[in-house]
């Protein structure tokens, strides 16, 4: 079992860039959920996924923020353009099917954005 | 879960002395409650769950919960801590059939020799 697998570690990249953050699920989760964290704002739900459907984005704060889960084992988080205010630690975590045992993290993407 | 307090931000102790983290929850249903750390630049990490069965919960590194109804309360303890428990802890919990876990503010444990 390798984990939740995000990509990459860490990104820095200027203000109106694009950027896109990876994950790969453990094998046999099917659910799905980006979080961002900040000193702020602490650990904020974005979206979350079950089977490949988007079921809640109500934390995806505005429109240049998307996500894809174009597979079972992969999903994406995009922001384009980018913002200074967008740096955060982003993690995702996945879960497996059945009764509920919690999310098993990775180890998050840290994003500049200068 | 409706809602999770962590009810401490920070909480200083030192090093072998015991120390107890307090998380609250707020549900009218049924859930499932875990407490998750996160040492410094990582992910969390599930240090322990309790789903049903009996309220007092051990989990990795030393660490235990009890869950209790009536004080809609789950705090984690250690008898006795390490330079190594440094970390953050998050208290978290789910009503049950659910699947969006809901996160309480976290504990910054600092530990001082």
């Known amino acids: 079992d390798a984990g939740v697998i995000q990509s990459p570690r860490h990104e820095v990249t200027e203000m109106g860039q694009e950027v896109t953050l990876r994950c790969k699920l453990i094998s046999g989760h099917n659910s799905l959920f980006w979080y961002r964290q900040t000193m702020m704002r602490g650990l904020e739900l974005l979206i979350y996924f079950n089977n490949n459907v988007p079921i809640d984005d109500s934390g995806m704060p505005e429109d240049r923020f998307s996500a894809k889960m174009p597979n079972a084992s992969f999903s994406t988080l995009k922001i384009q353009p980018s913002e200074p205010r967008d740096s955060a630690v982003y993690f995702c975590?996945?879960?497996?099917?059945?009764?509920?045992?919690?999310?098993?993290f990775g180890s998050g993407t840290r994003l500049t954005v200068v | 879960a409706q809602s999770v307090t962590q009810l401490d931000s920070q909480v200083p102790v030192f090093e072998e002395a015991p120390v107890e983290l307090r998380c609250n929850y707020s549900s009218s249903v049924s859930v499932y409650l875990f407490w998750y750390v996160q040492y410094p630049n990582q992910g969390l990490q599930l240090l322990l769950k309790y789903l049903s069965g009996s309220t007092l919960v051990k989990g990795i590194n030393g660490f235990e919960a009890e869950f209790n109804k009536s004080q809609t309360s789950f705090h984690l303890r250690k008898p006795s801590v390490h330079i190594s428990d440094t970390a953050e802890y998050f208290c978290a919990g789910v009503i049950q059939g659910a699947q969006k876990l809901v996160f309480g503010q976290g504990t910054r444990l600092t530990i001082n020799p």
């Open positions: 975590a996945s879960s497996r099917k059945g009764r509920f045992h919690g999310y098993t």
